[in-house]
T-cell receptor, first 112, second 115 residues
Framework: AQSVSQHNHHVILSEAASLELGCNYSYGGTVNLFWYVQYPGQHLQLLLKYFSGDPLVKGIKGFEAEFIKSKFSFNLRKPSVQWSDTAEYFCAVNTGRRALTFGSGTRLQVQP | SQTIHQWPATLVQPVGSPLSLECTVEGTSNPNLYWYRQAAGRGLQLLFYSVGIGQISSEVPQNLSASRPQDRQFILSSKKLLLSDSGFYLC??????????????FGQGTRLTVV
């Protein structure tokens, strides 16, 4: 069965710091990978996605993620965070057989 | 464009009362539909998904059930709520025919408090 692990549950950063959130999945076949973001009081929104091709994908608001197949990872990065990036971030995987499977989420708090 | 509507936004119900949460999608046909529950520190747990009218797959045995009476309507129900049913419930849809395009779009969610 597919599963997703997010090891950072709560991250606190100062503005302008660099961000990397870890995401690992367990599935041996072809996967589609996603990062969703949930800003306070808002609904889940897609940040970026990987289906195939270039393993370095760029999303909205300066976020990017790198798919490393050998490590079963899809880490999210941003060179310089802003206060407005305070949100909860979810990694998700879909193998095409069932619905998206989500990680437990990482709460990011950016201090001004 | 496609939109997803989920209501109510908040709900407070007594233990033992019934539940009905409704979700509708507009602007698309034959969508895949999903119900998730979001709990703090536990991410999103898939409860049910549906690939067509009357076709429901249950992911977790529980006190809840789902139905899809129309192509773009998905209902989450319970005959008797438990305290443990409290949580944030999210409806989502994804394009049904193109299996490569598996991005899901979420509704605003329903905050259910069972008292």
């Amino acid at each position: 069965a597919q599963s997703v692990s997010q090891h950072n549950h709560h991250v606190i950063l100062s503005e302008a710091a660099s961000l990397e959130l870890g995401c690992n999945y367990s599935y041996g076949g072809t996967v589609n990978l996603f990062w969703y973001v949930q800003y306070p009081g808002q609904h889940l929104q897609l940040l970026l996605k990987y289906f195939s091709g270039d393993p370095l994908v760029k999303g909205i608001k300066g976020f990017e993620a790198e798919f490393i197949k050998s490590k079963f990872s899809f880490n999210l990065r941003k060179p310089s965070v802003q206060w407005s990036d305070t949100a909860e971030y979810f990694c998700a995987v879909n193998t095409g057989r069932r619905a998206l499977t989500f990680g437990s989420g990482t709460r990011l708090q950016v201090q001004p | 464009s496609q939109t997803i509507h989920q209501w109510p936004a908040t709900l407070v119900q007594p233990v033992g009362s019934p539940l009905s949460l409704e979700c509708t999608v507009e602007g698309t046909s034959n969508p895949n539909l999903y119900w998730y529950r979001q709990a703090a520190g536990r991410g999103l747990q898939l409860l049910f998904y549906s690939v067509g009218i009357g076709q429901i797959s249950s992911e977790v045995p529980q006190n809840l059930s789902a139905s899809r009476p129309q192509d773009r309507q998905f209902i989450l129900s319970s005959k008797k709520l438990l305290l443990s049913d409290s949580g944030f419930y999210l409806c989502a849809w994804s394009p049904g025919r193109d299996r490569k395009n598996t991005e899901a779009f979420f509704g605003q969610g329903t905050r259910l408090t069972v008292v």
